[in-house]
């Protein structure tokens, strides 16, 4: 059975930085497109940053929100099974429950966008971010 386990999260100040990591079990990871969104309660959940599996076309490519972009770095350890996202210069806007998502990569098919978040079959239960001004 697919488990996907985030920890990292927690309270920071503006401009400080947190590593969030996603472990993951009972699929075969690097056949995988891997993703992060976030969500605040009573808000849409929103795509921050995804990633693609080795070994296709796209190879470990990666796609970030306007938001985010510059500031948070996604990567993923396929010998640890195991996906991150780095976080830095942290705004209040920020704060969030933080999810990582996995979807199987199918050949000659795109990994899901981050505006597809209902494409990505398998979630964790998230981990909070929380950034003070």
């Known amino acids: 059975q697919e488990k996907l386990v985030e920890s990292g999260g927690g309270s920071v100040e503006a401009g400080g930085s947190l590593t969030l990591s996603c472990s993951t079990s009972?699929?075969?990871?690097?056949?995988?497109?891997m993703a992060w969104f976030r969500q605040v309660p009573g808000k849409k959940r929103e795509g921050v940053a995804r990633?693609?599996?080795?070994?296709?076309?796209?190879?470990?490519?990666?796609f970030y929100a306007d938001s985010v972009e510059g500031r948070f770095t996604i990567s993923r350890d396929d010998a640890e099974s195991t996906l991150y996202l780095q976080l830095n210069s942290l705004k209040p806007e920020d704060t969030a429950m933080y999810f990582c998502?996995?979807?199987?990569?199918?050949?000659?098919?795109?990994?899901?966008?981050?505006?597809?978040?209902?494409?990505?079959?398998?979630w964790g239960q998230g981990t909070q971010v929380t950034v003070s001004s």
């Open positions: 998502a996995a979807e199987v990569k199918r050949l000659d098919v795109a990994c899901p966008g981050l505006e597809r978040s209902n494409d990505y079959s398998d």
């Open positions: 990633i693609y599996p080795y070994g296709f076309s796209d190879e470990a490519k990666t």
């Open positions: 009972g699929f075969p990871f690097g056949g995988y497109c």
